[in-house]
């Protein structure tokens, strides 16, 4: 069990784990310790789940077709979307704090860059350049008014 993800009201964990063959996606409920799988059709290698800032979505990294792409999912399993594909591997997904939008690092340019795309997945737009891999990215929280 690896790569824990609090949501944002704190009563939930999503996180991956291989309990059931591959790492796939679950949650705990930190009330009941009840745990359940969220991730069954897509991807056989789930991993870095992050919550949408309203709690309603959780992106991850799925391998499908040899490449890992940018997946989403609602926290019961249901509504699951693919955002990124057909161009190398799109990685660790991490939400804007209006949860507007989505950064993720990728190959697809032969280095890893940092990429930019609307919660959706449209609108992706490489947003680093130059030398050294870029990877993991993480936005700063919302300023408090």
Partial sequence: DVSPAWSPDGSQIAFVSSRSGNPQIFILSVTDKLVRRVTFSKGNYNTSPAWSPR????????LTDGRFNIHSISPDGADYRQLTSGQGNNEDPSWSSDGRYITFSSNRTGRRELYIMRADGTGQKQITFG?????????SPRPKN
């Fill in 131 to 139: 030398s050294g891999e870029k990877f993991d990215p993480t936005w």
């Fill in 55 to 62: 709690g309603d979505r959780i992106v991850y990294a799925g």
